[in-house]
Each structure stands twice: as structure tokens, then as C-alpha cells.
């Protein structure tokens, strides 16, 4: 197993056992999307192909936010075809934070995984992380090879060494989106963010109330339809807005 960076953080005590008591051996898949009707089903699909050759209890949930073509249409057939699929809608874009947690609130499985619905990640490179959770709380995993414009890719190191430095974490890609949960971390944590900074917000909190972590490499591709949305000068500038606050509030805890 190519485990490149294998490591223990440790919190505060650990929360009580989960609340949901959910089935064992059974996964939540979760993708979010905004304005991804050309992968939506082609995402969905590579998910079921993997989910369906783990021998497990496993559900689909696509989170359309509040799309403006049509990838809400295209959900719901995808839904209608398939049982274990299920969609979450935002009437408006409300985005990529409050997009993951209605993804980890609709989980109801004992572990939940998330990745973008843009393509850009390869969902057969999620089997080799489940066993990695019997000893983990967290597989946060980083990209290999990062398929992004330079630009993105220096704002995105800079932006890991940042919130790192002020939260203690050592993480080598926060925001890469890939990364395996027990679903019981998120009745115990307390999410606000509606921004970028949601994966930031999750390791801190996690690590502070004593979940550990374990990180693996995962392999990256070029975007090949669809459009980024991550630069943009309005999720940056709301992503600070939100990291001072939350500096705030874990310094007050």
C-alpha cells in the first residue's frame, strides 16, 4: 500500500460513540455539482461501478447547488433509474460548504467519502482507503500530480501551509476532494462554513475533539468539461471572511 504520509493527530477527549448507529460495513458516496449536466452521469455511473464490486450496504447522494443548466433534470433521472441513488437540491447556489454538509447531513451510512462531480479524481482509487479506517478516523488524501492551472496550484499550496500554520494541522492538501469519514464525527462537530474554508473547518474541529488522521496520495486529471469556479475573486475574498471567524472561535474554545 502506498501510504506515502501516515500520521496520528490527536485533541481533546474523544466524543461518545455515534449516535446514528448506523449499519456496519456500509458507505455514503457524495459528489456535489454546480453546473456539471456533462459529468454528472458519467460521475454517477464510475461511482456505482465501484460501489457495486465492494460487496457493501452503499448509497448515492448527489448534491445539485442550485445548477443553472441541467444537471437538477439529469439527477433525477439518474435517481428514478437507480434505488441507491438520491438527490439533495439548493433552490440557489449557496455554495461549495454548505454543498458538503447537506452531503454529510443526508449520510446514513458508517462511513461517508466525497468527491467533486467534475471528473477530475478517479472513484476506483477509493477501495485501497477503506482499510485505512479500521485504524483511522480520517483518510484526508492530496493530489499527485495536480492538474490545475499553475495558479490555482500555487494558491493552493499557499493556502494548506496558511490554515495549517494557524491550526495546527499537518496536511499536505487540505482542500483535495477526496477524503473517507466515519459519519459519527459530523454528530459531534459543529460546521458553519458555506465557503472554501469547509475542509479546514472539519480537520480543525476533528482534530480537536480527538479524531485521527492518515493521508494518502490519489491521482489527478485534467477537467475535460465544465467550467472551475474555485478562483473566482468572490469565493476567495469569502473564504478569509470565514477563516478569520472560525481562528476566532477555536481560539475562544
Known amino acids: 500500500m502506498s501510504v506515502k504520509s501516515c500520521l496520528k493527530q490527536k485533541g481533546g477527549n474523544r466524543p461518545p460513540a455515534n449516535s446514528r448507529q448506523p449499519m456496519t460495513n456500509s458507505i455514503s458516496v457524495f459528489f456535489p455539482c454546480y453546473n456539471e449536466q456533462e459529468n454528472v452521469a ?3 455511473q464510475n461511482v456505482l461501478d465501484v460501489l457495486e464490486k465492494l460487496n457493501t450496504d452503499f ?9 443553472k443548466d441541467d444537471t437538477a433534470k439529469i439527477s433525477d433521472q ?3 433509474q437507480n434505488k441507491a441513488v438520491k438527490v439533495v437540491h439548493h433552490h440557489t447556489n ?3 460548504g454548505d454543498a458538503l454538509r447537506s452531503g454529510f447531513n443526508a449520510a446514513t451510512k458508517q462511513l461517508v467519502f466525497y468527491t467533486d462531480g467534475d471528473g477530475q479524481f478517479d472513484i476506483s482509487e477509493l477501495p485501497p482507503l477503506l482499510p485505512l479506517i479500521a485504524d483511522f478516523d480520517i483518510v484526508s488524501c492530496y493530489r499527485l500530480n495536480r492538474r ?6 500555487i494558491n493552493g499550496w499557499a493556502w ?4 495549517c500554520l494557524l491550526f495546527g494541522l499537518k496536511i499536505r492538501d487540505i482542500d483535495c476532494a477526496f477524503k473517507l469519514y466515519k459519519t459519527e464525527i459530523f454528530d459531534n462537530i459543529e460546521l458553519s462554513s458555506s465557503g472554501a474554508l469547509i ?6 474541529r476533528a482534530v480537536r475533539k480527538g479524531y485521527t488522521v492518515t493521508q494518502k496520495g490519489v491521482h489527478h486529471y485534467p477537467r475535460t468539461a465544465g467550467k472551475q469556479t474555485g478562483a473566482n475573486l468572490k469565493v476567495i475574498l469569502r473564504a478569509f471572511k470565514e477563516l478569520f471567524r472560525l481562528y476566532r472561535d477555536i481560539r475562544r474554545d
Open 199 to 204: 475542509d479546514t473547518e472539519i480537520l480543525a
Open 78 to 80: 439518474i435517481a428514478r
Open 42 to 44: 458519467r460521475t454517477a
Open 148 to 153: 490545475d492551472p499553475l495558479i490555482r496550484k
Open 59 to 67: 448509497e448515492i447522494i448527489i448534491v445539485d447547488d442550485g445548477s
Open 94 to 96: 449557496l455554495g461549495y
Open 160 to 163: 494548506t501551509k496558511l490554515v
